[in-house]
T-cell receptor, first 112, second 112 residues
């Protein structure tokens, strides 16, 4: 089925470890996004890529880096994980002209 | 004040009841989204509105652009409707970029 695929679904890291969250979409969307979701707060934008070859900071970029590998793939990297990065991470993609958004199933990350 | 406010935060209903969830926003928008998230689950787009009203099965979404307000209605509610419902608005963020700003969500529990 067409959509947004995120891996992994669950991950536990120790403080200071690094990891990359992978995201791929097969809907030929130009824009891709990484959000984090924390209890009591709305989803917050970490980074986004308006089109292949561009990336920009969102609302909460500190501690993260991203790579837009090609039109399909947009990865999020934690270089040195901290307990404050314990969260659920969602990747999404959108089409500029239809305004529609499609979300991945989420990655539940715990940093101990 | 948050750009997107939802009410109520929590809602408990009996099966069969008519449900209304409200969303108010303070910025100019190009579209408003209603999203659904089941516990521990991914985020699914229910509706995207830029004016008027949309209906899908037992779900109805309305928007009043002048009053900056939208409502999500569920008729004949069912326990499987139990989920978090999230309102999100798409607004211009500069250049050719747009951003999605999320409400904190409304947790709906429908009891049998």
């Amino acid at each position: 089925n067409a959509g947004v695929t995120q891996t992994p679904k669950f991950q536990v890291l120790k403080t200071g470890q690094s990891m990359t969250l992978q995201c791929a979409q097969d809907m030929n969307h130009n824009s891709m996004y990484w959000y984090r979701q924390d209890p009591g707060m709305g989803l917050r934008l970490i980074y986004y890529s308006a089109s292949e070859g561009t990336t920009d900071k969102g609302e909460v970029p500190n501690g993260y880096n991203v790579s837009r590998l090609n039109k399909r793939e947009f990865s999020l990297r934690l270089e040195s994980a901290a307990p404050s990065q314990t969260s659920v991470y969602f990747c999404a993609s959108s089409d500029l002209y239809s305004y529609g958004y499609t979300f991945g199933s989420g990655t539940r990350l715990t940093v101990v | 004040k948050n750009e997107v406010e939802q009410s109520p935060q929590n809602l408990t209903a009996q099966e069969g009841e008519f449900i209304t969830i409200n969303c108010s926003y303070s910025v100019g928008i190009s579209a408003l989204h209603w999203l659904q998230q089941h516990p521990g689950g991914g985020i699914v787009s229910l509706f995207m509105l830029s004016s008027g009203k949309k209906k899908h099965g037992r779900l109805i979404a309305t928007i009043n652009i002048q009053e900056k307000h939208s409502s999500l209605h569920i008729t004949a509610s069912h326990p499987r409707d139990s989920a978090v419902y999230i309102c999100a608005v798409r607004s211009w963020s500069g250049g050719s970029n747009y951003k999605l700003t999320f409400g904190k969500g409304t947790l709906l529990t429908v009891n049998p």
